[in-house]
């Protein structure tokens, strides 16, 4: 599987709309997305983490990646795997996350 780099800027652009509603900040930006991959049928896969195990509103972000992706014409279905392997940190947060959040 190869997604070409303009479908997958297209989605991470997508996903940059899907905010932690903890933190305040986009799952792009904070880090939390792993890898996007979509097969021949349009089935897309996002391997995300989140920023914390016990997170409760796990289910409320899966279903905001998966409405987020559904304007997508190549999207036809989105499957999200919540793994917690490499585990997060905040050094995969990008500059405008840590500037949002006050972190040097």
Do not use: F
């Amino acid at each position: 599987w190869n997604v070409e780099e303009a479908l997958k800027e297209n989605i991470m652009g997508a996903l940059e709309q899907v905010v932690d509603p903890e933190l305040g900040v986009d799952i792009v930006n904070l880090g939390l997305v792993y890898d996007v991959d979509m097969d021949d049928d349009g089935l897309t896969h996002v391997t995300m983490t989140l920023t914390s195990m016990g997170c409760p509103l796990a289910p409320i972000i899966v279903d905001e990646v998966k409405k987020a992706l559904a304007d997508i014409p190549d999207v036809k279905e989105t499957e999200v795997h919540i793994v917690w392997n490499p585990p997060w940190t905040r050094d995969k947060m990008s500059r405008y996350a840590k500037i949002a959040l006050g972190i040097q």
